[in-house]
């Protein structure tokens, strides 16, 4: 059974600062990683994916792989209350059966 | 703008009752997918169809049978619904061989 291990959360942190979120998976075939943010009560939106090791950015954002250890973070710099959101790690082996994590709740305190 | 739709935002059905979720998207993608999201157990696949009529199962196709008949249109199917299957469901598409970008706003379904 393929898995992605998030913690819950939740994660707070204040207005500015960066926040670090992380995901782990079990599936060394996994070739894509993806994040989606899910506001309450919405569906997910997918806001970055990553097929290489090492760091992927995109604006405030930064996607950072680690095929060895297995583990894919998602860096929010100067986090904003508008980032406040449950944040879903998705790996797949290719773009059909992805498998999610349970997603980690972030509050960003004004 | 790509529009995924779900037939239903909210729905309350009967122990037993078979019931009908249906995915309509708009933009001629390949693929569609059914997934369940629940507190703690995040979202799960259930089916996911890749062309007319082909279907495959994803993790959890216990309970659950699907339908594609057009291109644009992935059905759910609830046999037999039982309060277990209480949950959010979400409809996803996606071109084959792209990212799953594109989600429904989703069906929450009780079962009582």
């Known amino acids: 059974q393929k898995e992605v291990e998030q913690n819950s959360g939740p994660l707070s942190v204040p207005e500015g600062a960066i926040a670090s979120l992380n995901c782990t998976y079990s599936d060394r075939g996994s070739q894509s990683f993806f994040w989606y943010r899910q506001y309450s009560g919405k569906s997910p939106e997918l806001i970055m994916f990553?097929?290489?090791?090492g760091d992927k950015e995109d604006g405030r954002f930064t996607a950072q792989l680690n095929k060895a250890s297995q583990y894919v973070s998602l860096l929010i710099r100067d986090s904003q209350p508008s980032d406040s959101a449950t944040y879903l790690c998705a790996v797949s082996g290719g773009y059909q059966k992805v498998t999610f994590g349970i997603g980690t709740k972030l509050q960003v305190i004004p | 703008d790509v529009k995924v739709t779900q037939s239903s935002r909210y729905l309350v059905k009967r122990t037993g009752e078979k019931v009908f979720l249906e995915c309509v998207q708009d933009m001629d993608h390949e693929n569609m997918f059914w997934y369940r999201q629940d507190p703690g157990l995040g979202l799960r696949l259930i089916y996911f169809s890749y062309d007319v009529k082909m279907k495959e199962k994803g993790d959890i196709p216990e309970g659950y049978s699907v339908s594609r008949e057009k291109k644009e249109r992935f059905s759910l199917i609830l046999e037999s619904a039982s309060t277990n299957q209480t949950s959010m469901y979400l409809c996803a598409s996606s071109f084959s061989g792209q990212v799953t970008r594109y989600f429904g706003p989703g069906t929450r379904l009780l079962v009582l």
């Open positions: 990553i097929y290489s090791n």
